[in-house]
Structures are given as C-alpha cells and as structure tokens.
C-alpha cells in the first residue's frame, strides 16, 4: 500500500484519482481509500480529535471487502503526522506494506487550493492547518518518497510514483 500523505491543498486526493486512473488503464487490480470520508462523524471520541480511531477501524472494514475481491495494491489519503499513524493504518490492512508518499507544496500553494476548492465555514481554520503542516519537513522516520506538487502535472507526478512504487513500467 500507499499511503499519499501531506497538507490539506497539497494535491493527495486529486493524485490518488490520477493514479486511479492510470491502474485502470493498465488492468491493474487495486483500490483507492480517502481515509478522511471514512471517518465524517460527530461526535468524536475523547482524546481522538480527527477521528483516527473511526478511520482505522473503518479502512480494516473496506479492506476486507477490497481483499475479497482479490485486490492487492491499496492508495490510502491521510495525513500522517507520526510513525504511529502509519502503525495504526498498517494494523488495518493485515499483511500489508506500506510506502509513505509525503506531497510537499508550498504553504502558498496550499492556501491558493484550499481557497479554490473550500466554501464552507471551515475554510479559514482548513487554511490555517494547510500552512501549518507544509511548512513543517517531512519526517525522515517514516516518509520513503517526496514528491514536490508545486507547477507539476498531475499525470506526471502520478507516473513518477507508481513507476517507483513498481505499479506500472
């Protein structure tokens, strides 16, 4: 599996639909989770202010379902902040690997996103966590790829990795 972390507005759910894609055009057997839209619900639990426990638990419920169906490869959207978080998502998908792809954007770029994609009432706090995590380094602990979204096209950058993960040729 794949796990396309980075900033709100720094390009994962649009790459992972990308990759979608380019795997479908090629035959190739896999699925896309967006791990936020599993886990919209309120309240949440204590201690759990992004809902990850819901997340984990809901991604091992459509991996089963996935794996059933014989799929092997697995693009999870996340934003993962700690080796734990991968920890957590890996226990989810029994047997897996995972390969963490943080996309890096500027905090720029992520605001200019953000505000092009987000009308609602939470844009502003959206904008301001956007900022906050592009300007923070990858952490080198867990992140295996960087991949730089600014001015890149998104088939481009969707080739690049899966032809690094060993997706496509």
């Known amino acids: 599996m794949v796990v396309l972390s ?3 507005g720094a390009g994962k759910s649009s790459l992972a639909e990308e990759m979608f894609d380019q795997l479908l055009e090629r035959g190739v057997r896999h699925a896309v989770i967006d791990v936020d839209a ?3 619900s309120y309240p949440f639990r204590a201690g759990d202010p992004y809902n990850d426990v819901t997340a984990v638990e809901n991604v091992a419920s459509v991996w089963a379902n996935f794996s059933k169906q014989g799929i092997d490869r697995l693009v999870l959207v996340r934003v993962i902040e700690a080796k734990a978080d991968v920890e957590r998502l890996l226990a989810a998908v029994p ?3 995972a390969t963490v792809c943080h996309l890096a ?3 720029a770029t992520v605001e ?5 994609r987000e009308t609602g009432s ?3 706090s959206l904008v301001a966590r956007g900022r906050q995590l592009a300007a923070m380094a990858p952490d080198a602990s867990f992140v295996d790829i960087v991949l730089e979204t600014d001015g890149k ?3 481009q950058l969707a080739t690049e990795l899966l032809t690094e ?3 496509i040729r």
């Not at 200019?112 to 092009?116: G, T, V, Y």
Request: glycine share 16%; charged share 25%.
């Open 38 to 40: 599993l886990c919209l």
């Open 6 to 8: 980075g900033a709100p």
């Open 153 to 155: 096209a998104l088939d």
């Open 105 to 107: 954007a500027s905090p």
């Open 122 to 124: 939470s844009t502003e």
């Open 112 to 116: 200019e996103r953000i505000r092009r």
């Open 165 to 167: 993960l060993g997706w």
């Open 95 to 97: 047997g897996g690997r």
